[in-house]
């Protein structure tokens, strides 16, 4: 069992859609990563939390750390936002252990 | 506030031939990471400095991949000689400590042919 699991894999949705991608996690972590990868390679750092929930834009994410629990939300969705999602926890040694991603497509 | 910088974004060679890449992390940032990400897996740590000093090169593989800061700032990671299975993308990120939040550049893309 990987220590990391995110769920869905895969995610399609209609444009305007309320998405939601789910991680959980079986090591004692000191923060939680989201990250954004689109075709072609680069990661973009969406939010690192470790308690409560955080908000960017059209972009929320909480974390339950007595259930270890996080999940990724995004409002009003767009084509735009079609890009694998990857949810990361920094272990006791601060070290990055990466769920497998989850590739989100929206269609228009 | 500029990002992590990697050159050169693509790279084509043939096996047994010798390949650099350059990262420049963001101002300040004292820890800088190198990963090698294969298609379809996720990211693998090669290597983590601090400042100049390596904190972790455990799955570096050292007979062919070598990696220096030498100043704590621009880093450069080598592979001589390449091998097939070394195509991948080579990712930079840096963060303020090594606590903190990590940010990645653009990623250097190798095809080892």
């Known amino acids: 069992k990987n220590e990391v699991e995110q769920s869905p894999q895969n995610l399609t949705a209609q444009e305007g859609e309320f998405i939601t991608i789910n991680c959980s996690y079986s090591?004692?972590?000191?923060?939680l990563h989201w990250l954004q990868q689109h075709p072609g390679g680069g990661i973009v750092s969406l939010f690192m939390?470790?308690?409560?929930?955080k908000k960017h834009g059209r972009l929320i994410a909480t974390i339950n750390i007595q259930e270890k629990h996080s999940s990724l939300h995004i409002t009003a969705s767009h084509p735009r936002d079609s890009a694998v999602y990857i949810c990361?926890?920094?272990?006791?040694?601060?070290?990055?252990?990466w769920g497998a991603g989850t590739k989100l497509i929206i269609k228009p | 506030e500029a990002g992590v910088a990697q050159s050169p974004r693509y790279k084509i060679i043939e096996k047994r031939q010798s390949v650099a890449f350059w990262c420049n992390p963001i101002?300040?940032?004292?820890?800088l990471y190198w990963y090698q990400q294969i298609l379809g897996q996720g990211p693998k740590l090669l290597i983590q400095?601090?400042?100049?000093?390596?904190?972790?090169d455990s799955q570096l593989p050292k007979d062919r991949f070598s990696a220096e800061r030498l100043k704590g700032v621009d880093s450069t990671l080598k592979i001589q000689p390449a091998k097939l299975e070394d195509s991948a993308v080579y990712l930079c990120?840096?963060?303020?400590?090594?606590?903190?939040?990590?940010?990645f550049g653009p990623g250097t893309r190798l095809t080892v042919l």
């Open positions: 990120a840096s963060s303020w400590d090594y606590r903190g939040e990590q940010f």
């Open positions: 101002s300040g940032h004292a820890t």
């Open positions: 400095f601090q400042n100049n000093g390596v904190v972790d």
């Open positions: 090591v004692g972590i000191s923060a």
């Open positions: 939390l470790s308690s409560g929930k």
């Open positions: 990361a926890v920094k272990d006791s040694n601060y070290q990055l252990i």
